[in-house]
């Protein structure tokens, strides 16, 4: 089975960084993706890492390290409109297994 | 790109009622389907999957299940709801390896 790691609640402040770490142990495993969901709402596709590394989508970041069985989202100039839960999920043959989600607040 | 259709938004049921969600795809042919179930604050539980017509996998034991009678078409029914079986549904479809596709969702309750 699939089982990941990855803190439930971050608050920040507008304009400010956040990093969201991710730790998985799982087999067969494809890449790590993270996904953003506002209450209330589907979850929406942000990033994908196969290999190792830094992928940049904007103000989004996401980083793999397949040997340290770990990854994290990079939010940078923190929105207001980015407060929702962001969760990290990995991939496997058919099907993603996803993380508890962590639950991200902006104050102003 | 895809769009997931899932209909109701919002759903009351009784305790032992039957349930039926629908979930239809458009804009791909010959995709993976799946079934997710959300509790109040908490992750995606993976309740079934489908590679094609009538394939279906359950990752879950539970009081539900899950039908595939046409390529873009994904039901999942039961016959006797419980109180556990509140919920927030969510049907997602596969697109290239990396992302999946979520519908609306359908926010089951049972009383």
């Known amino acids: 089975g699939q089982s990941l790691e990855q803190p439930s609640e971050v608050t920040a402040v507008e304009g400010a960084i956040v990093q969201i770490n991710c730790t998985y142990q799982?087999?067969?495993?494809?890449?790590l993706s993270w996904y953003q969901q506002h209450d209330g709402g589907a979850p929406t596709f942000l990033s994908y890492?196969?290999?190792?590394g830094l992928e940049e989508t904007g103000r989004f970041s996401s980083f793999l390290s397949r040997s340290d069985s770990y990854g994290y989202l990079l939010l940078q100039e923190l929105q207001m409109k980015d407060s929702a839960s962001y969760f990290c999920?990995?991939?496997?043959?058919?099907?993603?297994?996803f993380g508890a989600g962590t639950t991200v607040t902006v104050r102003a | 790109s895809q769009t997931i259709h899932q209909w109701p938004a919002t759903l009351v049921q009784p305790v032992g009622s039957p349930l039926s969600l629908e979930c239809t795809v458009e804009?791909?042919?010959?995709?993976?389907l799946y079934w997710y179930r959300q509790a109040a604050g908490r992750g995606l539980q993976l309740l079934f999957y489908?590679?094609?017509?009538?394939?279906i996998s359950s990752e879950v034991p539970q009081n539900l299940s899950a039908s595939r009678p046409q390529d873009r078409q994904f039901i999942l029914s039961s016959k006797k709801l419980l109180l556990s079986d509140s919920g927030f549904y969510l049907c997602?479809?596969?697109?290239?390896?990396?992302?999946?596709?979520f519908g609306p969702g359908t926010r089951l309750t049972v009383l």
């Open positions: 890492n196969a290999l190792d």
């Open positions: 489908s590679v094609g017509i009538g394939q």
């Open positions: 804009g791909t042919s010959n995709p993976n």
């Open positions: 799982t087999s067969g495993f494809y890449g």
């Open positions: 999920a990995v991939i496997t043959d058919y099907k993603l297994s």
């Open positions: 997602a479809s596969r697109g290239r390896v990396d992302t999946q596709y």
